[in-house]
């Protein structure tokens, strides 16, 4: 039995968006293999989290404190986003061309569906060895049973045996390093989320360099999009190329017969950083060139995109003028008139005045400020674990100012998983005019919906939902109008589009179900809410 009744209402919630997922999907024949395949995969994800959460195994896997298992949410939110842009993309398939694309959709579904079963399977593994030491022969057995269910997933799913082995293997080595290097900073079920996710994006950006013919066929529209891969994947390598400058550094001073002192090796390390910063840069920048992504150096394509229109330019001085306004959260944080949550919102509200002028008409251009914002933010916080000089303490101070309990003095994650959700639905929605609301989701369910809620909630709240449950029924009811009321009038004003019925009945199934969410779940809402909310106004 699980835990407690906050985690009973976390599945329940996750079970009934997943059952809703299936309902309005079976209504297109071609899809029933996908329909299968989430609930078979949401079958075996509740039993997986039943069994973790059951005489207290989580504990194996270093959760973060006071949060439930999450399985079951962490391991069918990405299949159920791309089954949603599945049935989105067929709505909008008019030609050869887009049923092609129609089936490449399909097949990074499938995808997902892979790494998930491959992190379940690892944790049912996990579950085993973990209460007592790892014997060789152990060792040995559970590297059998990982390399059949490689080829068990092979043969029964329609992907590649190579794309099997690197997505089962990859999402375990992501998971792994999260639990290890992150120790309480994330639950398993967002573990299992990032690592699926990076898994399946990855494994199609690493599928060009084997087939280049697929980056022959790019258009200048598909530029910006394919330049997120380069980042995120100069990104992965600076830990890789600082540990290793950092150790080859070491032995070269030792060589050298140099003695290091404390302070000699604070600047040993941040030597070791910029040099792995700069070399990943290189990176990013040479995958760009090398596969003909962009027809320019790349920081000079960037400034021409930028001049190209000019309201591009008036969006980053908007910017950058807000960004500077975010100094004053910071001394109000300061002050003990105002209480840390009300000042944490503030951030999401900024959220709101930021970046809907430019989902209203600028989406591309958004699209490459959150890639580029991502890198900012990753490297800022790379700078901040390590204490890398001269940075490293203001950027520290700065952030453990807006700390929540989700957060830790190793990982922060609340700056950075705001702009995560923001820019998921962006990067997910494409430049399709099908469901033009669900790239707003970000923005709707974070610096509205969340933001409204824990507001009422905490000022006016009386009513508990659960006797252990810090959220209240009035805050939850106010966070579900405030959504609704928010998507009418970005439609309806903003966009000067009407609600079809059956746009008007996904919304209300997505403010609900988002609502519910926010309600019961433990897990990192700021990555959770925009996702389900997205996938569920595209039914």
Not at 97 to 112: A, V
Request: hydrophobic fraction near 55%; aromatic fraction near 12%.
């Amino acid at each position: 039995m699980l835990p407690n009744m906050d985690d009973y209402g976390e599945v329940v919630v996750t079970c009934l968006i997943v059952l809703v997922r299936v309902v309005f999907s079976l209504i297109d024949y071609r899809f029933m293999y996908e329909v299968l395949g989430l609930l078979c995969l949401s079958s075996a994800a509740f039993f997986t989290e039943v069994a973790v959460s059951r005489n207290n195994n989580l504990r194996l896997f270093n959760p973060r404190l006071d949060t439930s298992a999450g399985i079951l949410m962490g391991a069918v939110c990405i299949p159920s986003v791309l089954v949603g842009r599945l049935v989105q993309r067929k709505r909008t398939a008019s030609t050869w061309l887009d049923f092609n694309q129609l089936e490449d959709f399909k097949l990074h579904f499938w995808s997902s569906v892979t790494a998930s079963i491959g992190l379940l399977v690892y944790i049912w593994v996990a579950l085993s060895y973990r209460q007592s030491s790892m014997s060789i022969k152990r060792e040995r057995k559970s590297w059998m049973i990982f390399a059949a269910v490689i080829l068990f997933l092979a043969i029964l799913l329609p992907v590649k045996v190579l794309n099997v082995a690197f997505l089962v293997s990859f999402s375990i080595w992501i998971m792994n390093h999260i639990i290890q290097v992150f120790p309480h900073c994330t639950s398993l079920g967002e573990a299992v989320l990032v690592s699926n996710g990076l898994a399946v994006y990855l494994s199609n950006a690493f599928a060009h360099v084997f087939d280049k013919t697929l980056f022959d066929g790019y258009s200048k529209d598909d530029s910006v999009p394919a330049i997120l891969q380069g980042i995120l994947i100069g990104l992965l390598c600076i830990p890789w190329l600082s540990k290793v400058v950092a150790t080859g550094l070491t032995k070269f001073l030792v060589f050298c017969h140099f003695k290091q002192k404390n302070t000699k090796e604070k600047y040993h390390s941040a030597i070791s950083f910029y040099i792995a910063l700069f070399v990943a840069s290189i990176i990013t920048i040479g995958w760009l060139q090398y596969f003909s992504v962009l027809d320019k150096f790349f920081f000079t394509w960037v400034l021409e995109f930028v001049l190209q229109d000019i309201r591009r330019l008036y969006l980053c001085c908007f910017w950058a003028f807000v960004i500077l306004m975010s100094a004053i959260p910071f001394y109000m944080v300061k002050s003990t008139k105002f209480e840390q949550i009300m000042v944490r919102k503030v951030f999401h509200v900024m959220v709101v005045v930021m970046f809907i002028p430019a989902l209203t008409s600028q989406q591309t251009f958004l699209h490459l400020a959150f890639s580029i914002a991502l890198a900012v933010f990753v490297v800022i916080e790379m700078i901040r674990i390590m204490r890398v000089p001269p940075l490293g303490e203001p950027v520290h101070r700065f952030m453990t100012a807006f700390t929540d309990a989700r957060d830790s003095d190793l990982l922060i994650l609340s700056h950075f998983s705001l702009l995560i959700g923001c820019a998921l639905p962006v990067w997910l929605n494409g430049s399709t005019h099908d469901r033009p609301l669900a790239r707003f989701a970000g923005v709707v369910s974070l610096g509205i919906g969340d933001t409204m809620a824990s507001v009422a909630g905490y000022n006016f709240g009386s009513m508990r939902l659960t006797q252990t449950s810090k959220k209240t029924v009035e805050g939850t009811i106010t966070g579900i109008i405030s959504m609704f009321l928010a998507s009418i009038f970005i439609q309806c004003m903003l966009l000067s589009s009407s609600f079809t019925i059956t746009e008007l009945m996904s919304l209300t199934v997505a403010v609900i179900g988002t609502g519910l969410v926010e309600a019961y779940t433990t897990q990192l809402d700021n990555f959770i809410l925009p996702l389900i909310f997205f996938t569920l106004l595209l039914v």
